[in-house]
């Protein structure tokens, strides 16, 4: 690995400690419901560093907890990519690959890099 690429991946690290929780942005009740959604298989992970919906929900207030999390990873991915001088795309797929990838827990659901919801 490159010392560019370690870079990145030590500031996709130290963000996503930042939004992993997403304790800045989200409520312990909209991280509760994404826990449950994501024991249902209804959200998961997704490649690109954001979480996704496996299959469709009317539920408002998971939308609005998926939403939460979500624009604190992006924040955090942005202020990432700015140090390493990279995109935040890359930031963000960095983190997928080095944090999350390792930590969905059995049985739960995430879409891999061809688009594909895959269960762990």
């Not at 963000?92 to 895959?118: D, H, K």
Request: hydrophobic share 45%; no cysteine; glycine share 8%.
């Amino acid at each position: 690995m490159s010392f560019r690429k370690a870079f990145v991946v030590t500031a996709a690290v130290a963000a996503l400690g930042i939004a992993a929780g997403a304790a800045l942005a989200q409520t312990p009740a909209q991280k509760s419901l994404i826990d449950a959604a994501k024991a249902q298989g209804t959200v998961g992970e997704q490649s690109d560093g954001y979480l996704g919906f496996r299959t469709p929900s009317s539920d408002g207030s998971l939308t609005q907890a998926v939403q939460a999390t979500n624009d604190a990873r992006r924040a955090a991915y942005a202020r990432s990519a700015q140090a390493a001088g990279t995109a935040p795309d890359v930031a963000a797929a960095r983190a997928f690959e080095t944090i999350v990838l390792p930590r969905i827990s059995s049985g739960q659901w995430y879409r891999n890099a061809s688009g594909q919801w895959v269960q762990r």
